[in-house]
């Protein structure tokens, strides 16, 4: 599936593996939005993408304590992301479907 603002972003993503592991989606409460902009006024009024991500899913933790299936936030490219460990490496939306990012790249996980 190709990216899609507020459809296959790495929000999104991230939410809808959530749910599917737990059965809620930790993003139901989050304004819907379906352009760059609207994304980021939504992780600027959530104070960055790690204290967005923090408040929808509790305090993360070091990389190192990551498993597969935990939520992972990653730089790539100079941006910040969300992503999904996947053992030794993370997935995440890209242009033209997943994208697979080595876990060096993690700073922080949330444990799912």
Same mark, same amino acid.
């Given at each position: =599936?190709?990216?899609?603002w507020?459809?296959n972003?790495?929000?999104?993503?991230?939410?809808a593996?959530?749910?599917c592991?737990?059965g809620?989606?930790? =993003?139901?409460?989050?304004e819907?939005?379906?352009?760059?902009?609207?994304?980021?006024?939504?992780?600027?009024?959530?104070g960055?993408?790690?204290?967005?991500?923090?408040s929808?899913?509790?305090?993360?933790?070091l990389?190192?304590?990551?498993?597969?299936?935990d939520?992972v936030?990653?730089?790539?490219?100079?941006?910040?992301?969300?992503?999904?460990?996947?053992?030794?490496n993370?997935?995440?939306?890209?242009?033209?479907?997943?994208?697979?990012l080595?876990?060096?790249?993690?700073?922080?996980?949330?444990k799912?």
């Amino acid at each position: =599936m190709p990216f899609a603002w507020g459809a296959n972003d790495c929000c999104s993503f991230a939410a809808a593996a959530v749910e599917c592991i737990t059965g809620a989606n930790p =993003m139901s409460s989050v304004e819907a939005y379906d352009n760059p902009l609207a994304a980021a006024r939504l992780i600027d009024a959530g104070g960055g993408l790690h204290a967005l991500a923090s408040s929808l899913l509790g305090e993360s933790v070091l990389p190192l304590m990551a498993a597969v299936g935990d939520v992972v936030l990653l730089v790539n490219e100079g941006r910040e992301l969300l992503g999904l460990c996947n053992g030794t490496n993370a997935i995440a939306p890209g242009r033209d479907g997943l994208a697979v990012l080595d876990m060096s790249a993690a700073s922080a996980v949330w444990k799912i």
